[in-house]
């Protein structure tokens, strides 16, 4: 009678939430024995998880698994520029934005020898490529839109230029028209 009292106390004291049994003030919440040999244990809440919105209703807090990302990778070979790179050429320099196409030609320690689409061979730092097409994509949207900015500022200094301008122009004007001589009396 008295397993079957300590089994039904256990089992109201987990669904309850408590950390200790009521039938022992001081005892350990070690595994107890119940009435069908199975052990029972219930956690002990801590101040935070009670304030915990992920809790699911026993008390104990729910870890959901975080997904593994998919990566998106190119072929073989296949490389894309995560920064800005100049080459100079015999015609002059080449500028190649982030998220350009390049081909690996080979691989040196931490450097590669690579070509773009109009075949220049240069050599960048494995820290500057990428072969993650998500990446890549990342990169040239950063580039956009560093360059659309960029556009914006110099339209709208040149409007502003070109206001000023103007402004200067009507004075010069007004000046102009004031300085005119008067014209002679008649005598």
């Given at each position: 009678?008295?397993?079957?009292?300590?089994?039904?106390?256990?089992a109201?004291?987990?669904?309850?939430?408590?950390?200790?049994?009521?039938?022992?003030?001081?005892?350990?919440?070690?595994?107890?024995?119940?009435a069908?040999?199975?052990?029972?244990?219930?956690?002990?809440?801590?101040?935070?998880?009670?304030?915990?919105?992920?809790?699911?209703?026993?008390?104990?807090?729910?870890?959901?698994?975080?997904?593994?990302?998919?990566?998106h990778?190119?072929?073989?070979?296949t490389?894309?520029?995560?920064?800005?790179?100049?080459?100079?050429?015999?015609?002059?320099?080449v500028?190649?934005?982030?998220?350009a196409?390049?081909?690996?030609?080979?691989?040196?320690?931490?450097?590669?020898?690579?070509?773009?689409?109009?075949?220049?061979?240069?050599?960048?730092?494995?820290?500057?490529?990428?072969?993650?097409?998500?990446l890549?994509?990342?990169?040239?949207?950063?580039?956009?839109?560093?360059?659309?900015?960029?556009?914006?500022?110099?339209?709208?200094?040149?409007?502003?230029?070109?206001?000023?301008?103007?402004?200067?122009?009507?004075?010069?004007?007004?000046?102009?028209?004031?300085?005119?001589?008067?014209?002679?009396?008649?005598?």
């Open positions: 009678m008295r397993l079957h009292l300590l089994a039904t106390a256990l109201l004291s987990s669904m309850i939430g408590c950390s200790k049994s009521p039938l022992s003030a001081n005892a350990p919440t070690a595994p107890a024995p119940t069908t040999g199975v052990q029972v244990h219930t956690p002990a809440r801590s101040p935070a998880s009670s304030r915990d919105p992920k809790q699911n209703s026993t008390g104990s807090t729910a870890i959901a698994p975080k997904p593994t990302p998919v990566r990778l190119a072929p073989e070979g490389y894309f520029l995560l920064q800005f790179v100049s080459i100079t050429t015999p015609s002059g320099v500028g190649l934005a982030p998220g196409k390049i081909t690996a030609l080979a691989h040196h320690d931490a450097s590669f020898k690579v070509s773009d689409a109009d075949d220049h061979v240069f050599l960048v730092m494995e820290s500057q490529i990428t072969n993650d097409l998500d890549a994509a990342a990169a040239a949207r950063r580039d956009a839109a560093v360059q659309w900015r960029i556009q914006n500022q110099i339209v709208a200094e040149a409007r502003k230029y070109d206001e000023e301008q103007a402004k200067r122009w009507a004075q010069e004007q007004n000046a102009a028209k004031q300085r005119t001589p008067p014209k002679p009396s008649p005598r």
